[in-house]
């Protein structure tokens, strides 16, 4: 079993940055594919970065790309996501997620890969 508990979340303006973190404890954390979601009010569940094992690969929604950036520490047993330039639309709470399958994909962006997944954090952009 793998916990994952995030922080960093909070309340900014549109044009600021936050970072969030997310520790692992329980599992290998070197054996997961690490991802964060998002879900914001009304809508589903989205994708928004993920990372292979070794950190070597990184995936990103393109509504995000070139603005988040994520990162592990596979020491600390931590999973990182810079967010710079915020936008109101990026209002959500944002999951960190673990993925154990094996294969050779080295990030899956579909959350029905994800076992393990952490109890979220809000970030609200204001305009």
């Known amino acids: 079993q793998v916990q994952l508990v995030e922080s960093g979340g909070g309340l900014v303006q549109a044009g600021d940055s936050l970072s969030l973190s997310c520790a692992a404890s329980?599992?290998?954390?070197?054996?997961?594919?690490m991802g964060w979601f998002r879900q914001a009010p009304g809508k589903e569940r989205e994708f928004v970065a993920g990372?292979?094992?070794?950190?070597?690969?990184?995936s990103y929604a393109d509504s995000v790309e070139g603005r988040f950036t994520i990162s592990r520490d596979n020491v600390k047993n931590t999973v990182f996501l810079r967010m710079n330039s915020l936008k109101p639309e990026d209002t959500a709470v944002y999951s960190c997620a673990g993925d154990p399958t094996s294969s050779l994909v080295a990030v899956h962006t579909a959350p029905q890969f994800y076992d393990y997944w952490g109890q979220g954090t809000q970030v609200t952009v204001s305009s």
């Open positions: 990372i292979s094992r070794s950190g070597g690969r990184t």
């Open positions: 329980g599992r290998t954390f070197s054996s997961l594919r």
